[in-house]
């Protein structure tokens, strides 16, 4: 029914950049907030950065001043500019936004996730 599909991830020197990507379809009414998890190997998924509808952004301490979220709201799409990037940000990126389905009178919110993509970093 919705669907998040993310691109962007790769392989990155430290100190590189790297631009995700995550595009939303479906049978959509609403996108609100959107953000970006990340999980790394032996460790429990943990929010990087979110985004309201309305372009209020919010970030993990870890990853603040390198990375800056963005949407395209006629796009349905979330972006995440990861710069300066370091070995302890390599990790599977996760896409997550909470969509409202349904129609006018009847209104159905909830969250959906992507199939992750990952970030590798190394020299």
């Known amino acids: 029914q919705v669907q998040l599909v993310e691109s962007g991830g790769g392989l990155v020197q430290p100190g590189g950049s790297l631009r995700l990507s995550c595009a939303a379809s479906?049978?959509?009414?609403?996108?609100?907030?959107m953000g970006w998890y990340r999980q790394a190997p032996g460790k429990q998924r943990e929010l990087v950065a979110t985004?309201?509808?309305?372009?209020?952004?919010n970030y993990a301490d870890s990853v603040k001043g390198r990375f800056t979220i963005s949407r395209d709201n006629a796009e349905s799409t979330v972006y995440m500019q990861m710069n300066g990037l370091k070995p302890d940000d390599a990790a599977v990126y996760y896409c997550?936004?909470?969509?409202?389905?349904?129609?006018?009178?009847?209104?159905?919110?909830?969250?959906?996730w992507g199939q992750g993509t990952q970030v590798t970093v190394s020299s």
């Open positions: 985004i309201t509808s309305g372009g209020r952004a």
């Open positions: 479906g049978t959509i009414l609403k996108i609100n907030a």
């Open positions: 997550n936004a909470d969509v409202s389905t349904g129609s006018s009178t009847f209104v159905f919110t909830q969250t959906y």
